[in-house]
């Protein structure tokens, strides 16, 4: 099995790239952020504790996520590899991903998509989202027709709170800290890709690295 675990700044592309990725070589993508909803929408015992602490503002434990992700993990879904998105987030997490890992024979890759500061709020902060059904637009790489409406259903568009460049540079401050030690306990194997470039091009780079690894990866038709 294959684990492909993508880290990096909010704005860094990963929720794109891990979607391209997970096409590419046909492996189920996971997002954490998705796992949470998942399970609270359908209302299952791990989802009915989280909801507990999502509905007090509280973040959700590590405990609650580490065994939403097991249960993924052991699922069908999971055939010849996964990628992750959003996971881990700290060295708790990342231990019982190795854990997993090692009982599994995994082989992982794990990809830390590094984005300047000035690429990360032009890309936040150029983001507007429909006031209606949630169409995502930007404006730069995505614009609508109109910058005020959306071209689906002619709501209308509004930035975020927290894609203000203000909110974008205090997201980054706590990421940096939040981050700093998982990515020293990964720093032996952690392979940085440039993510300023065209998505792409960091695409590509990240096949480069993963295919020169490990040649006899499985591919996606």
Do not use: W
Request: net charge neutral.
């Amino acid at each position: 099995m294959i684990t492909i675990i993508l880290l990096g700044p909010p704005g860094a592309g990963k929720g794109t790239q891990a979607k391209d990725l997970a096409k590419e070589f046909q492996f189920l993508h996971i997002s954490t952020g998705d796992l949470l909803r998942e399970n609270v929408k359908r209302n299952s015992p791990l989802g009915l504790k989280a909801k507990e602490f999502m509905e007090h503002g509280e973040l959700v434990p590590d405990k609650l996520v580490d065994e939403m992700l097991l249960e993924k993990l052991n699922s069908p879904q999971v055939n010849n590899g996964f990628v992750l998105d959003g996971y881990p987030r700290n060295v708790s997490q990342a231990k019982f991903l190795d854990n997993f890992l090692k009982q599994n024979n995994s082989k992982s890759f794990i990809l830390y998509l590094d984005t300047s500061e000035d690429t990360i709020i032009e890309r936040l902060s150029g983001r507007r989202i429909c006031s209606n059904c949630q169409a995502i637009y930007h404006l730069k790489n995505m614009p609508p027709k109109n910058p005020l409406y959306c071209d689906i259903c002619g709501g209308r568009l509004y930035q975020r709170s927290d894609d203000r460049e203000e909110t974008i540079k205090n997201r980054l401050l706590v990421y940096i800290k939040e981050t700093a030690p998982l990515l020293e306990y990964y720093k032996d194997r952690l392979v940085r890709i440039n993510a300023n470039d065209d998505k792409d091009i960091v695409f590509g780079n990240m096949l480069k690295v993963i295919k020169n690894d490990y040649s006899e990866i499985p591919r996606g038709n």
